[in-house]
C-alpha cells in the first residue's frame, strides 16, 4: 500500500527558510510523479510544486517559482522553501500519482495523500 508522510513543518518569520520531507513507500515509484499542495482556511488546496520521479521534469507554481525547490534523494520528496511571505502560510500536502499524470498542477491526479503539516510564516 502506497504511504506519504510529510514532516518538517513549522513556524518561521517571514524571509526565513523551512525545508519539508515526504517519504514514499509501498511500492516502486519509478513511474511516479510526487507532488506538493497546500490548504489555508477558507480557500482551495492549491499546487506549489512537483517533481517526476526521475528527476526528469519539475514544476512550479508561480507564486513559489524561484523561491520553493523540489528534490528528491532516494524515497524522500523534499521542498526546500526560502524566502517564507505570510501568504505561504498553509497545510502543506504530499502527493503521489503513478501512470500518466498530466497535468502535474492537478490534486485530482494524485490517488496518494499525506496528512499534511502546517506551516506558519509571521510577519
Known amino acids: 500500500q502506497v504511504q506519504v508522510v510529510e514532516s518538517g513543518g513549522g513556524l518561521v518569520q517571514a524571509g526565513g527558510s523551512l525545508r519539508l520531507s515526504c517519504a514514499a513507500s509501498g511500492r516502486t515509484f519509478s513511474s511516479c510523479v510526487v507532488g506538493w499542495f497546500r490548504q489555508s482556511p477558507g480557500k482551495e488546496r492549491e499546487f506549489a510544486a512537483a517533481?517526476?520521479?526521475?528527476?526528469?521534469y519539475m514544476d512550479y507554481a508561480d507564486s513559489v517559482k524561484g523561491r520553493f525547490t523540489i528534490s528528491r534523494d532516494q524515497n524522500t520528496v523534499y521542498l526546500q522553501m526560502n524566502s517564507l511571505k505570510p501568504e505561504d502560510t498553509a497545510v502543506y500536502y504530499c502527493?503521489?500519482?503513478?501512470?500518466?499524470?498530466?497535468?502535474?498542477?492537478?490534486?485530482?491526479?494524485?490517488?496518494?495523500w499525506g496528512q499534511g503539516t502546517q506551516v506558519t510564516v509571521s510577519s
Open positions: 502527493a503521489a500519482g503513478c501512470g500518466t499524470i498530466w497535468p502535474y498542477s492537478r490534486a485530482y491526479k494524485y490517488p496518494f
Open positions: 517533481v517526476r520521479w526521475d528527476g526528469g
